[in-house]
């Protein structure tokens, strides 16, 4: 089906297949997308209800991600896959704990790089906030624009966020080695953040409706992979992981925030469907 181009949308937006960047605002109850993310929403919402708490809890884990790095005295971060901008971005969690922290905003959506842009107009301050339109495969081009933009001083400390982003890239595709290229980059001192989506030990009842909504995001845009635990360990080669290592998302650090959503799933924290880690490197 080919839909009438849309006046509002960013140059560039994909309006013919839904788009992770937009469902997933859909599913943190955004309006930073279309009838056609809208309805594959709903339909992954019929095939796997709890899918919205799952993505909100994602999001938490960022928050206190962010805010843990930021009381270990991190005041600088580089965040790919950064998504549309909703409540508790990481410039705004991070200003709560240092007034004069840093961020560069890194995403490959065009409508989640506008809308980000009209948030740092509005709250931004220009020599510390930037965002950028990219790929997390090209570490060398991201990571030098992102100096360009002047907000990060490159010999100092940086967070190095990728939350919900690595699933996005294929099985075939070298992920560990993009991201140990990211890391290759940063100063001693530096922390990388992550979670990925896996069905490596999930102990629920939903069966095979975790591969059911696999199989749905093949039609949009953004397809996602699965990674099991032991795949997702390989991003954090050479890094020191903060206890409590490689766990659950609801698990990592519940009290350093509000973990609402995760808390949902306490009883049952394989039911996130998501591992995370904070990983330092030496
Ligand atoms: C599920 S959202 C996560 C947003 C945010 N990190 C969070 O945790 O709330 C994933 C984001 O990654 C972006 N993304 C997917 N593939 C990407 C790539 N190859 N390069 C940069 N961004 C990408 C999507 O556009 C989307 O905005």
Redesign the pocket.
């Known amino acids: 089906m080919t839909h009438a181009p849309d006046p509002d949308a960013p140059e560039g937006v994909d309006l013919e297949r839904p ?3 937009r469902i ?2 859909w599913f ?1 109850g955004g309006t930073a997308n279309w009838a056609i993310d809208r309805q594959f929403g709903e339909q992954a919402v019929q095939t796997f209800p709890m899918i919205k708490t799952i ?1 909100k809890a ?2 938490e ?2 928050g206190r991600g962010v805010r843990y790095m930021t009381e270990q005295g991190i005041d600088q971060f580089l ?6 901008p ?1 409540v508790g971005n990481v410039h705004q969690i991070a200003t709560t704990v240092n007034p004069n922290a840093r961020c560069v905003y ?4 065009p409508v ?1 790089v506008a809308h980000s842009q009209i948030l740092l107009e509005r709250e931004g301050v220009a020599d510390r906030h930037a965002v950028l339109q ?4 090209n570490p060398s081009d991201i990571w030098n624009r992102a100096l360009e933009t002047g907000a990060l001083d490159p010999k100092r400390p940086i967070g190095l ?5 690595l699933y ?2 294929g099985r075939d595709e070298p992920a560990a080695e993009i991201v140990q290229k990211y890391l290759s980059l940063l100063p001693s001192g530096s922390y990388f953040l992550s ?1 990925h989506l896996t069905i490596d030990g999930v102990e629920t009842p939903d069966g095979e409706l975790r591969e059911r909504i696999h199989e749905q995001y093949k039609r949009s845009s ?1 397809p996602f992979h699965y990674r099991t635990r032991a795949e997702f360990g390989e991003f954090f080669t050479g890094l020191e992981l903060v206890d409590p290592g490689i766990v659950w998302v609801p698990d990592w650090h519940p009290e350093a925030g509000d973990s609402r959503n995760g808390d949902r799933m306490a009883g049952n924290p394989s039911f996130s469907g998501g591992i995370c880690g904070l990983g330092r490197k030496p």
Do not use: K, Q
Not at 79 to 84: A, F, K
Not at 106 to 109: F, G, L, P, Q, R
Not at 134 to 137: H, I, K, M, N
């Open positions: 788009n992770a960047a997933y605002d943190l993505a994602g999001r884990f960022l965040d790919i896959g950064s998504g549309v909703t890194v995403d490959n959506e989640a990219g790929d997390l495969r966020i990728m939350v919900g982003v996005f890239i979670s953004t």
